[in-house]
C-alpha cells in the first residue's frame, strides 16, 4: 500500500488501530472482563480501577457517540506540548459503548459544535514534526 504526500505518523502509539477498511479506525480501550467497566486509553498493567482485578482485556471502542461538553480554545496552551491549529475544539464524548472520553473535536466552522450532537470518529492530520512529517490524530466530528 502506498501513499501520496507526507509521511504520516501517529500523535502516539497505540490509541486507535484501523480494524478494516470497511469499518475504519477504531479507538483501543481496556474492558473489564470481571466488572464490564471500560476505559480509554488502555490501562496497561491490565489492572480494573472499579474493581481491583488484573482482568482487563483490549477492545475495539465504538466510533460514534454523542458530544457531551463542548469547548473552543482561542489561544495555544501554554508549556508547549501543543502544536496544532488555533483555534481548536475540544470536549467530551459519549461513545456508545458507555465510556465518556476527552477528545479534540472537528468541524469546518467550529462555532457549529453543540453538546448533544451525533459524533464519529475520524483521523485528521494535528501539524508537522521538525522532520516534515505530518502528526495525525484522532478527533470526533458530528454526523451530518
Ligand atoms: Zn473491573
Partial sequence: MSEIGPEKIPLREGFWASATPESGP???????????EIYFPT???????????????????????????????????????????VPYAYGMVDL????????Q????????LQAGQEAELVIRPLCEDEQ?????????????
Avoid at 477504531?26 to 464490564?36: A, E, F, K, M, V
Avoid at 473535536?105 to 457549529?112: I, P, V
Avoid at 516534515?132 to 490524530?137: D, K
Wanted: proline fraction near 8%; hydrophobic fraction near 35%; include cysteine.
Fill in 96 to 103: 456508545s459503548d458507555g465510556v465518556r472520553l476527552v477528545s
Fill in 43 to 85: 490501562k496497561p498493567k491490565g489492572w480494573c480501577v472499579h474493581c481491583q482485578q488484573p482482568t482487563l482485556e483490549n477492545m475495539l471502542l465504538s466510533p460514534r457517540g454523542r458530544l457531551a461538553a463542548v469547548t473552543l480554545v482561542r489561544q495555544p496552551p501554554a508549556g508547549g506540548f501543543y502544536h496544532g491549529p
Fill in 132 to 144: 516534515g512529517r505530518q502528526v495525525i490524530t484522532f478527533m470526533f466530528t458530528p454526523v451530518a
Fill in 105 to 112: 473535536l472537528y468541524a469546518e466552522d467550529l462555532e457549529t
Fill in 26 to 36: 477504531r479507538l483501543i480501550g481496556s474492558r473489564c472482563t470481571n466488572c464490564g
